[in-house]
């Protein structure tokens, strides 16, 4: 209790936050925008075994990872990204992509969609059992340049041939826009820019387009900002959000995306993969602080939170590192 | 935290966190906080900024008024259990002790803020009644309590729990008299302080670099991080008339001195750990 925050213009709550503030403000119910109450399920897709292993410097055996999407197969969750496709060469930490791919238990009901940058990944991925995929864009010139080595454009135009060939297979694909609220290199990046790359993958095929906050800068205003331009061009049902927690935003980022309609969360457990471009800061938000709050919310995620839990402890110790999650820290037991 | 020296103090105006114990016995109140009247008189005070302090009872009320303080705050539960454990007396004899110090209060003009504990959850009991919150609340505000700061003293509150306790002391206490005192045990002080606002409330307690942590959850964080606050404000367009860059600044100050890490996210992605 160091500092009371007065707020020093009240009537800056509303005018300054937009329409949809007031609307909140007067609300009989919160999180009631425009008549529109939160989802009554919300769709966690964990990044962990992919994204969250693929950021750590420690690289993990095969066994382990294969067992770390089995618990978390257990713990109800839905979607699990297990590994990806990208040429070892680059991510030697997914270079046992295709043991895992055949490794892991496949629970019916679970998909396991894996990352694919090409064609040639896209062929090894169907040829290891992949039944779903992921592509990725980015929503910053200079970011789609300085880590992929092309512009936007032609990075949409290396995901068509990727497009065309799942299709005829039948294999749904997943778009992730990176940046979606800033850029380490560009800083600020426009909405329509996202807003254009998101329909540029969601015309192309994409069954749902992941937004990501890749460096964590966000805050609820500019997630607003965002995904007002996005819904325009992209149907909200369509949408995911993927926030990173590197300036601790990420809980309420996603609590106003669900307030938008967004019903499809992206996070990690133990919000495994810490940020690239802020050193020994956080990155990826942690799964079990994201299911405590929706549950809090009364929200259905089919996920048992202590299963979840586990997982979380299990591959904390075979990391030897402390869990990025709150809940997981905290043993006050109620 | 060990013990903080008194010149540390001085520089931090840490005499505010005189008000983040109040579990604490006495003797531990005692060893930490026994500076308190140097604090209060070396700091210095800057115009337009006010430096309230805890005054459990007469007692605590009459040194602070001694010593400068010329703002007090008095600590209520909406949980008898924890009434009873932490201050050793229920609710309604604290209450009572409160009545004593907010009228010695008003008659010298001396300005008292309310706090409720337990407004989430308890560690003892486990669930609070909102109605209960909003009970002790009413009655902070109707002796004389100017504002009521509402405590998720274990953190374990959600925007769901968050917004069904508002409602139900909005009902007793008008929303301009309301705070929100939040706290990160489980990661969701910024999402609950963001329905505060969206509920109407522009009052929030927090704690630079997120300063005293859980004594119900061994490890655990605690107060939220005033950093990562304001990036959230700031970044919504709301004025606070804080500079975020000297709030760092006073965070890594205190951080070396305590010889620990800071708990604000802001200040770890600016690159400002130990």
Request: with cysteine; charged share 20%; hydrophobic share 40%.
């Amino acid at each position: 209790m160091a500092a009371v925050m007065r707020l020093v213009n009240r009537s800056v709550l509303g005018p300054a936050m937009g329409q949809q503030y007031v609307a909140f403000s007067s609300a009989a119910k919160a999180g009631v925008r425009a008549g529109r109450a939160l989802p009554e399920k919300v769709k966690i897709v964990e990044v962990g075994p992919r994204d969250g292993l693929q950021n750590e410097k420690t690289i993990v055996p095969t066994e382990t990872k294969i067992h770390l999407i089995d618990m978390l197969s257990a713990s109800g969750l839905s979607v699990i990204e297990a590994t990806s496709f990208v040429s070892p060469k680059w991510v030697p930490q997914m270079a046992d992509q295709v043991e895992v791919m055949k490794g892991i238990d496949r629970k019916p009901g679970v998909s396991y969609p894996v990352l694919t940058p090409n064609l040639k990944g896209f062929q090894a991925a169907v040829k290891a059992g992949a039944s779903e995929v992921a592509i990725f864009g980015a929503a910053s010139e200079l970011f789609s340049k300085k880590n992929i080595n092309c512009s936007v454009d032609e990075s949409l135009q290396r995901f068509d041939e990727i497009m065309r060939t799942a299709k005829e297979a039948g294999v749904p694909v997943r778009g992730y826009v990176s940046c979606v609220l800033g850029c380490p290199y560009e800083g600020m990046v426009a909405p329509e820019k996202v807003a254009h790359v998101a329909k540029r993958l969601y015309s192309m095929g994409c069954y749902e387009i992941s937004l990501g906050d890749t460096i964590g800068v966000g805050t609820p205003g500019s997630m607003i900002k965002m995904l007002e331009a996005v819904s325009r061009e992209v149907p909200v049902n369509a949408l995911a959000v993927h926030c990173h927690d590197t300036y601790g935003q990420a809980l309420a980022n996603i609590l106003v995306a669900l307030q938008m309609g967004i019903s499809v969360v992206d996070s990690s457990v133990a919000g495994l993969g810490g940020c690239p471009y802020a050193n020994g800061a956080s990155g990826n938000v942690a799964t079990e602080d994201v299911v405590y709050m929706l549950h809090g919310l009364g929200i259905q995620t089919g996920v048992d939170l202590s299963k979840l839990m586990d997982a979380g402890a299990f591959i904390c110790r075979t990391l030897n590192r402390k869990t990025s999650s709150k809940v997981a820290q905290a043993t006050c037991k109620l | 935290m060990g013990n903080v020296p008194t010149t540390v103090k001085h520089c931090l105006s840490y005499e505010q966190l005189i008000q983040d114990y109040p579990w604490l016995t006495r003797w531990l109140l005692a060893e930490k906080m026994a500076d308190h009247t140097d604090v209060l008189r070396g700091i210095q005070r800057e115009p337009h900024v006010r430096y309230p302090v805890l005054t459990p009872n007469m007692q605590g009320f009459q040194d602070a008024v001694a010593a400068g303080a010329t703002e007090v705050a008095v600590f209520g539960s909406a949980s008898e259990t924890f009434s009873k454990k932490n201050i050793n007396c229920s609710i309604d004899e604290s209450m009572l002790r409160f009545e004593e110090v907010i009228k010695s209060a008003k008659e010298r003009q001396i300005p008292v803020r309310g706090y409720v504990s337990c407004a989430l959850g308890c560690p003892h009991e486990g669930h609070i009644e909102p109605s209960k919150v909003s009970q002790v609340a009413k009655r902070l505000y109707e002796m004389g309590c100017y504002e009521i700061s509402l405590g998720d003293t274990i953190g374990v509150g959600t925007p769901g729990s968050m917004f069904k306790m508002l409602q139900s002391v909005m009902n007793e206490v008008p929303t301009n008299a309301l705070a929100v005192h939040c706290h990160d045990t489980y990661g969701q002080a910024l999402p609950n302080i963001l329905t505060a606002l969206q509920m109407g409330v522009s009052v929030v307690d927090s704690a630079v670099a997120g300063l005293g942590g859980c004594p119900y959850a061994q490890g655990s964080s605690g107060n939220v991080s005033t950093e990562d606050v304001l990036y959230m404000l700031h970044g919504m367009g709301i004025e606070t008339g804080v500079n975020l860059t000297k709030v760092l600044e006073a965070g890594d100050f205190i951080c070396n001195a305590l010889r620990r890490g800071t708990n604000s996210r802001v200040a770890q992605a600016r690159g400002r750990t130990l």
